[in-house]
């Protein structure tokens, strides 16, 4: 079982950036993929960005790339979404979830997901 914690949520002004980070338990943080989705009201959970076992391999939406940044610190067990340039598009809850196997972008094939932390970008 890997417990996902996000934190760094807030509220800023359009153009902005922020910082989210997911803290995972255990030690075996580094056998997982990791992924950050999110999901505005009324419409459907989608794939933000993802990170492989050590880094290697990253995948982001559209939608972000060029703005966003995903990393991971396997030591401290925790993953980082970096968000540049904000825009009201991009208000909605983000959460961070683990895999071990499968592909990164699909969210139902996610096993483990934290409670997610609130974004909200203003005009």
């Known amino acids: 079982q890997v417990q996902l914690v996000e934190s760094g949520g807030g509220l800023v002004q359009a153009g902005g950036s922020l910082r989210l980070s997911c803290a995972a338990s255990?030690?075996?943080?580094?056998?997982?993929?990791m992924g950050w989705f999110r999901q505005a009201p009324g419409k459907e959970r989608e794939f933000v960005a993802a990170?492989?076992?050590?880094?290697?391999?990253?995948y982001y939406a559209d939608s972000v790339k060029g703005r966003f940044t995903i990393s991971r610190d396997n030591a401290r067990n925790t993953v980082y979404l970096q968000m540049n340039s904000l825009q009201p598009e991009d208000t909605a809850v983000y959460y961070c979830?683990?895999?071990?196997?499968?592909?990164?972008?699909?969210?139902?094939?996610?096993?483990?997901w934290g409670q997610g932390t609130q974004v909200t970008v203003s005009s």
């Open positions: 255990g030690r075996t943080f580094s056998s997982y993929d």
């Open positions: 979830a683990a895999k071990k196997y499968g592909p990164l972008t699909t969210a139902p094939l996610y096993d483990y």
């Open positions: 990170i492989g076992l050590i880094g290697g391999s990253l």
